[in-house]
């Protein structure tokens, strides 16, 4: 274990390999280890989707837009809220979920390797499943406190929290294989996001229904969210470099990153759906349509930077001094004012259809972000659920997604409803649905109350 700033961070490896290559008796990947540690320091907070409702949509994949309803629609699509003119009362007493995912290191793998020594061919299959563009770590916590609706208006309390970094594959060779001669080492990206926010909002819906048309209701709504910030850390720039060769020793490297621990905030998000015959529904969501955050408390610019004092190479050696003193190390920390960020603003498009006398419900959903940020899919998402109702007690659920900023996901489970008292459990896994594949797990339960 490393302590660094007072914080405990993991090691990149609990695995033992042959000792790193070494020039002039100099080991270069404990310095280069160290600083990219730097960026799992900086974002220990975690940080995560705000999308997490309840744990039905986690069982469906997150393909929920068009179906959820009442208090549960709160977040995910407010124009939903009083589109059943039937039900007027429903109550999210709690939701919680929580997940960690990986793109490289299987449950199987890590249990099978760690506390070996590793020959040439295992650490050749290990780094084999590292894609090119890095390892990716993440880490989510999610939070539905409380929501009452009552018609056409709802509140609610959440919180989100998430923690994503992205390390270059080079580094993870320098960790296994030692410094190479003559290799030159440049690790980028290195990269880390943190956000941490609590939220009150006040949802607002308003439905048309049509009779003896294809259009049965019409609806839209609009969310208004108070955003209290916990924790924001971004790293804004990194750079590393390292070499060594039979008779010299070079490299430098720096990190530089916006730190805050609060701010405050708000977020508007819109929706609208349209339910057909037989209750088959189409919905648009913008997330996000608005939101600007000040995050201004105790804000600071941290930076880390290193380089090889060359010049005391060879009186270090015929002294017999340390390795730390050939490192030139400085850590700053500047006061600012604020950070001023925008939640990034996310496009989905929801599709619930009913079948069998509503025994079976099929949902699918479309998500593309319009900005690149860790907490939300730039890259385009596609979610498919599906609901099973045998009879007025039990709900089975599966679900999958595909694409997004993470990992393919698939998704499953169960509720229970005891007259208007709802019980909802659900998992996840990441990457593959057995042990042997899956790269990441998540859980999540709630309890709601639907009239």
């Not at 580094?171 to 996001?193: C, M, Q, S, T």
């Not at 189409?282 to 955050?293: D, F, G, K, P, R």
């Not at 940020?373 to 007690?393: D, I, W, Y």
């Not at 599966?398 to 998704?411: K, L, Q």
Request: glycine letters at 10%; a negative charge; hydrophobic letters at 40%.
């Amino acid at each position: 274990m490393i302590i660094f700033r007072d914080r405990l961070i993991a090691p990149v490896s609990l695995l033992h390999f042959s000792p790193a290559r070494t020039i002039l008796g100099v080991d270069v990947k404990k310095c280069i280890l160290t600083t990219s540690l730097f960026v799992a320091s900086l974002a220990i907070s975690p940080q995560a989707s705000e999308i997490f409702g309840n744990a039905r949509q986690y069982a469906l994949g997150g393909a929920y837009s068009a179906m959820a309803q009442g208090a549960e629609a709160m977040f995910s699509n407010p124009a939903n809220l009083y589109l059943n003119h039937n039900r007027k009362f429903s109550m999210n007493i709690l939701g919680i979920g929580a997940e960690v995912a990986n793109n490289s290191i299987s449950h199987v793998t890590y249990q099978r390797y760690v506390g070996d020594y590793l020959d040439e061919k295992e650490i050749d299959y290990i780094l084999g499943e590292i894609p090119e563009e890095g390892v990716s770590l993440r880490s989510d916590a999610k939070l539905q406190a409380f929501s009452i609706g009552y018609g056409p208006v709802a509140i609610g309390i959440r919180g989100f929290s998430s923690y994503s970094s992205l390390f270059a594959r080079e580094l993870f060779e320098l960790a296994f294989r030692g410094n190479e001669i003559n290799r030159v080492y440049k690790f980028d990206p290195v990269k880390g996001d943190g956000l941490t926010v609590a939220a009150a909002g006040l949802a607002l819906g308003h439905s048309f229904y049509f009779e003896n048309s294809v259009v049965k209701n019409f609806g839209f709504g609009v969310n208004f969210r108070y955003l209290y910030g916990l924790s924001y850390t971004r790293v804004t720039e990194s750079r590393f470099f390292a070499q060594t060769t039979y008779s010299s020793l070079d490299g430098d490297g720096s990190i530089k990153a916006e730190y805050s621990e609060g701010g405050v905030g708000y977020g508007v998000t819109v929706g609208t759906t349209v339910a057909l015959y037989n209750d088959f529904r189409l919905a648009v969501v913008i997330e996000n349509l608005h939101s600007t955050m000040d995050w201004d408390k105790r804000s600071r610019e941290l930076s880390f930077t290193f380089d090889v004092n060359e010049e005391r190479i060879e009186s270090l050696l015929q002294a017999n001094g340390t390795v730390d003193s050939l490192f030139l190390t400085q850590d700053t920390s500047i006061a600012v004012d604020k950070f001023t960020i925008s939640l990034p603003s996310v496009l989905r498009l929801g599709m619930m259809l009913p079948l069998q006398a509503k025994r079976w419900y099929l949902n699918t959903e479309y998500e593309q972000g319009f900005d690149d940020a860790e907490f939300f899919a730039f890259k385009p998402r596609l979610a498919l659920g599906v609901e099973f109702l045998p009879n007025n007690v039990f709900r089975f659920r599966i679900g999958a997604s595909f694409g997004g900023n993470y990992e393919n996901h698939y998704s499953g489970g169960m509720g229970l409803a005891f007259d208007r008292f709802c019980w909802d459990i659900a998992f996840r896994t990441y990457g593959g649905i057995t042990s042997w594949a899956s790269k990441g797990f998540g859980v999540a339960t709630s309890i709601a109350i639907r009239y």
